[in-house]
């Protein structure tokens, strides 16, 4: 029969293994082994494999004239995501919860012979008060919308975006994404979104920064 100190060692033992292991999982999964793609009027865009999934996630990098207020007031004003996101038919704002956090909806125009797609998006915004950074995570949840005939719903996306202040009105911004677009889709047009839509999306973003509607934006939650 083991002692009180023996059965204490070998729990401990047991926990440590089990630490090690969570630990192990954790590192791999923040991994990603991202090869560059294309780098095109300073936007760099790289790829990585993604465990069990044919679609590859994608990874765009980029230095903007802007500052963080700036920034996060575009990407949290959804209704206006068709005027500079790539395929972009339609969004809509579903819930505001307060100025960080917010549901849309959007539709995705596709062209034939594929169907559209449309997903519905949960946005939240962080900052670290120390370094500054601004975090924006954007995942597709299920509900709010029901399923439309002819259009294939997603419900497997995970996009973020980090945005670094780099100077006076000066940004490095990091945005990845991973989306599963359900149904089949032949591969020349995933080739399509994974090298022009990147392209697409930030060139637009670089106009859209100099309309009048965000050139002094101040934001409560973002201190730039």
């Known amino acids: 029969m083991k002692t009180a100190a023996q059965i204490i060692h070998s729990m401990n033992k047991v926990f440590f293994i089990f630490l090690l292991l969570v630990l192990k999982m954790n590192s791999a999964s923040g991994q990603n082994n991202w090869k560059l793609s294309t780098e095109k009027e300073g936007i760099k865009i790289y790829t990585s494999m993604v465990a069990d999934s044919k679609v590859k996630a994608i990874k765009v990098e980029c230095d903007l004239n802007a500052t963080p207020s700036q920034l996060v007031a575009i990407i949290m004003d959804v209704n206006t995501a068709p005027d500079w996101v790539y395929h972009v038919k339609s969004a809509k704002l ?3 919860i307060s100025p960080a956090e917010l ?15 449309d997903f519905v998006a949960h946005l939240t915004v962080s900052q670290n008060p120390d370094t500054k950074v601004v975090t924006i995570d954007g995942p ?14 997603i419900d497997n996306s995970i996009g973020k975006w980090i945005i670094t202040p780099a100077g006076p009105d000066q940004l490095h911004v990091e945005y990845s994404i991973h989306v599963d677009p359900g ?35 101040t934001l409560a939650f973002v201190a730039n």
């Open 103 to 117: 549901y849309y909806y959007s539709e995705v125009n596709l062209p034939w012979p594929a169907a559209n797609r």
């Open 94 to 96: 579903i819930k505001q």
């Open 183 to 217: 149904g089949t889709l032949p591969a020349w047009l995933v080739n399509l979104f994974a090298t022009d839509a990147p392209l697409q999306i930030f060139r637009s973003l670089k106009t859209q920064l100099q309309k009048s509607a965000y050139k002094n934006t």
């Open 140 to 153: 597709a949840v299920p509900g709010f919308v029901p399923v439309k005939k002819g259009i294939v719903r």
